[in-house]
């Protein structure tokens, strides 16, 4: 047999090639397919556990579809709340995208197993008078209901790009199913106003916080003539004022399970803690600025570390405080099957729990990337400096929300501190290009157009985001309410 001329070759390496493109074509098309394999997987799991646990005891199955649903729901929350405390930390590159992921698992799920509330208001923060409902299983499908309309609407919102509040779409649901369920009297429109005021209040309270921060840093070691001298006595201060905070949020949030602190007790631990951790960071911020060049660049470095503790804080607060939007309907429907009654507060067992956090952590690992691009570099640019900017608003804002008694959400705070920081750099940008022109008034003027293009907080995402939180609570209701009126005609 003769040897292949080199045409023949050639043939070969083109077929060779065409292979290799279509196995690139096919690994391409998986790698979806694969985290919704696994995803489908925990489902499974979650009302397999469900059916061992509750095995041949009457309404089992109720429990083991509820389950699934919870699951369901919690990996919707990993993929898009979580996004909200990492993207920043991603978006100004102090974290690679796995490193991210990693750190948000663990402290998600140290949050929701070690901090997360035993009590959850089942009834979303008294939306639903228990007492409307007429027997256990119409409030158990309204229950079924509300958790899968808000599980399939934040699905939809983490599909098509935009960091929804779980804690809203919750709300939605049960409202809707309550109304399907009850009637409109059965809802507390009182709670549902405050809701509705938190939907301006949250994000505008945490855009000011985060841009009055970065203002903050920028008056004080940005434009000081020695930056690195400056940064030595303002980094340690903003160090303390971040531990202290977040001592204060975690006293109040997060360690309900442990001990019940009120507001004056975390404020004066969170000061103390503060204290300590600026005496702490103080000679480790002289020894990491040494030799540093004096540029803006060189800060990034210094603000790096900060920023990822700030990021991981942030996540195990909100997996002690988030984790019950997942759980709260499904241990409802627990205790009611359990107890053929319902109430408006239920301890959360601790299997439910673990399906929670391990829900939260699966669905990051799967589905968050997405959402953490969009929230660190797509709305608007951010370097170490102003991630840490909206890190501090996220949790001094839910600070003032407790103390003023409002039911915020946090996505929509961490959301709005982004965009705090992207409009007070555009404010401050055409303000130094008008003293700038002022100074050069022979300079050309720059077209409307071409101002327009370099705006610095994206338009289209800041539409599409805004529109996605106003029809939130709506949209799950309506959605809750097909279900319940769906499942209800179903089981009859």
């Not at 939605?172 to 409109?184: D, K, L, P, R, T």
């Amino acid at each position: 047999m003769s040897a292949p001329n080199g045409n023949q070759w050639k043939t070969l390496d083109k077929d060779l090639n065409r292979i290799s493109q279509v196995e690139y074509a096919q690994a391409y098309v998986a790698r979806p397919m694969v985290g919704l394999g696994v995803a489908l997987a925990f489902i499974i799991i979650a009302a397999l556990i469900a059916g061992l646990i509750f095995g041949s005891q009457p309404g089992s199955m109720i429990i083991v579809a509820a389950a699934a649903l919870g699951a369901y729901m919690a990996i919707n929350i990993g993929a898009n709340d979580v996004a909200n405390n990492m993207g920043p930390a991603v978006g100004a590159k102090a974290l690679t995208m796995g490193g991210a992921i990693v750190i948000a698992a663990l402290c998600e799920s140290a949050g929701a197993l070690l901090a997360g509330g035993d009590v959850v208001s089942t009834i979303s923060k008294g939306i639903i008078d228990p007492a409307s409902f007429s027997d256990t299983r119409i409030f158990i499908w309204a229950m079924m209901a509300a958790l899968l309309s808000s599980a399939l609407w934040v699905n939809l919102a983490t599909w098509i790009g935009a960091p929804v509040s779980t804690t809203h779409s919750v709300v939605g649901g049960v409202m809707g199913a309550g109304i399907a369920a009850a009637g409109f009297t059965a809802v507390n429109w009182a709670s549902m106003g405050m809701i509705a005021a938190s939907w301006v209040i949250s994000p505008l309270l945490g855009g000011l916080v985060a841009a009055g921060f970065l203002a903050l840093i920028k008056a004080k070691i940005i434009y000081q003539d020695d930056k690195i001298a400056a940064a030595r006595t303002w980094v340690p201060i903003l160090v303390g004022i971040m531990m202290g905070v977040f001592s204060t949020y975690l006293a109040i949030k997060g360690l309900k399970k442990i001990i019940s602190i009120d507001i004056p007790t975390a404020l004066i631990i969170g000061a103390a803690i503060g204290a300590l951790s600026y005496v702490a960071s103080a000679p480790l911020i002289r020894r990491q600025s040494e030799g540093l060049e004096n540029r803006n660049k060189s800060l990034k470095v210094l603000f790096g570390l900060p920023l990822v503790i700030s990021a991981a804080l942030l996540s195990f607060a909100h997996g002690a405080n988030d984790v019950a939007n997942a759980v709260g309907p499904l241990a409802a429907i627990v205790h009611a099957n359990e107890f053929g009654e319902f109430a408006g507060k239920v301890n959360i067992p601790q299997w439910v729990m673990i399906i929670g956090a391990f829900g939260i952590s699966f669905g990051l690992l799967l589905f968050g990337p997405k959402l953490i691009r969009m929230v660190g570099s797509q709305i608007t640019k951010l370097n170490p400096m102003r991630a840490y900017c909206v890190a501090l608003s996220a949790a001094i804002t839910v600070i003032i929300a407790s103390w003023l008694g409002l039911p915020v959400s946090s996505t929509h705070i961490a959301v709005g501190g982004v965009f705090g920081v992207g409009f007070f750099r555009e404010w401050h940008h055409e303000r130094r290009l008008k003293l700038s022109s002022a100074q050069k008034p022979v300079e050309k003027r720059i077209a409307k157009e071409e101002r327009r293009r370099r705006k610095l907080v994206r338009r289209s995402h800041f539409m599409t985001i805004v529109a996605a939180w106003i029809i939130t609570v709506p949209a799950a209701a309506l959605l809750s309410a097909l279900m319940f009126f769906l499942l209800s005609t179903l089981f009859h």
